[in-house]
């Protein structure tokens, strides 16, 4: 759709999370700022919301790089991947995606809607209904002059959560097997999974229980745990078995039993038969 776009930060290539993907995939400034513009790119035209359907691999596929890369910018906060929804999210997706394309152009319908019930008035006397809300568009300034911050941004200003729990929960993350975390703030779903009853404590269960996950092969990440069946799942043994190698099953190994010495005599008779008849048949 022409003139579609997203609103970008002229300091992204300088931030702390772009230069902490540089040193974990080796990958050069341009390459990591082009691929998350993909991948905002590509959220802003295909969802309302920043979350989707989609499986790492297609995530490779579309917005190019390697898995590895992607759950680098996961381990930053900038990706939460949920392998077991097979869906992937943009967290902070309302404070810079809100008006999004999907979203305007959902806005856009609902504009004609109006549009076609003010026709049906008819009459000219009859009170044309109140006209839907303008929503400003994604990257304009309004009266301050200020384009929203790129995801986790507003995060990093705010002060470290101290209730909750949330500080030892983190402690106890970080001396765990799990990608460390290092922003002050939690991710996004914590308080979620925070509201619900007795969470926290499978929660802790469940850091000391990842060490027994085989399926990963990466080690898993803090966004990725707080999704809202990762916990569940992991107590109940679903991530113990390792991950199925691509091409199913190796084939077993195959016993071969050499010939005898009968055997041996019959293939001989066989040849000198065929030889026979080759000659009988010039």
Known sequence: MAGEWIAY?????????????IDTTGRPVEEIVFSLLRLWGWAAMNTANGRARMTIPRLVRTCGQDQAFWYHVAAVGWLE?????????????????????????????????YEDKRRRA????????????LKRGRGDRGDTGEVPPPPREAAQGEPEAT???WLAFRKLWNAGTGR???PGAPPDGWSERLAQPGWLEQAREAV???????FFSDPVTLPQFVGPKFVPLCLGGQYDAAKAKR?????????????SG????????????VLEALKESK
């Open 122 to 133: 008819g009459s000219p006397g009859a009170q044309a209904p109140d006209a839907p809300a």
């Open 208 to 214: 000391a229980r990842l060490p027994r996950c085989k």
């Open 247 to 259: 091409g199913g099953r190796e084939p077993e190994a195959r016993t071969v039993t050499p010939w």
């Open 81 to 113: 991947i949920d392998e077991t929804d097979a869906t992937v999210a943009i967290p902070g997706w309302d404070r810079r995606f809100s008006q999004a394309a999907k979203s305007r152009l959902q806005h856009s319908d609902r504009s004609v809607a």
């Open 180 to 182: 460390p975390w290092k």
């Open 262 to 273: 009968e055997d041996m005599e019959r293939v001989e008779a066989t040849r000198r038969k």
């Open 163 to 165: 209730d909750g729990g």
């Open 9 to 21: 930060d002229i300091g992204l290539p300088d931030k702390p999370e772009v230069q902490e993907l």
